[in-house]
């Protein structure tokens, strides 16, 4: 059976900063972002399928710039490649981190969500083994407050039983505010939830 999305390519493209270091390339985008250690460059390596595409690191607080990627993407079999950008962004949230440095990195994280015009969709994630923590609702707060899009992704659901996870994501949905709210649960070592993830995108390219 033939996937509805294929990714044909993947890569690296740059890490910025400043907004004068962002790709020249203007491309619709999907920006990745959570707590520190919450799993975002194994999201990244599992969505793209190539392991080492974002690097993983055990120290919370590595990712330090906006980190850019290229996928190009096959859609329902057809002969068109469509690209789409993925923005790793850096986490927050972790304590050891000197606090100008969070300050350097809240700023050009704000200015890209404000400034980044073929941003289709944010992705926060979230882990499935805790609930949501302030800085977490504070941002899925922020995101709605300035009407961009996001899709809350709970991370590292390898990690608990079925039962437990709805559990979480229930909690998941009562500390955030909104009891409907869809959240995507994603194992990366087992690449779950990926076609889900692939899916969405999807939706917002053939718009």
Known sequence: ????????????????????????????????????????????NSLTRIRQLARVSSKPGKTQTINFYELILKIDGGEERHSVHLVDLPGYGYA????????????????????AEELCFVCLLLD????????????????????IPVLVIATKADKIGRNARRTQIAAMQ???????LTILPYASPKNEGRRELLDVMKEYLVE
């Not at 499935?128 to 009407?147: A, G, K, Q, V």
């Not at 009562?174 to 409907?180: S, Y």
């Open 174 to 180: 009562k500390a955030l505010g909104v009891p409907e």
């Open 128 to 147: 499935i083994r805790h609930t949501p923590m302030e800085s977490d609702r504070r941002m899925f707060d922020w995101l709605l407050e300035h009407d």
């Open 1 to 44: 059976m033939t996937e509805p999305v294929v990714v044909t390519k993947a890569t690296y493209l740059a890490s910025a900063v400043r907004r004068d270091q962002y790709p020249e390339e203007r491309r619709p985008a999907v920006a990745f972002i959570g707590r520190s250690n919450v799993g975002k460059s194994s999201l990244i």
């Open 96 to 115: 050891k981190v000197g606090r100008a440095s969070r300050k350097v990195w809240a700023k050009f994280i704000e200015e890209y969500f404000l400034c």
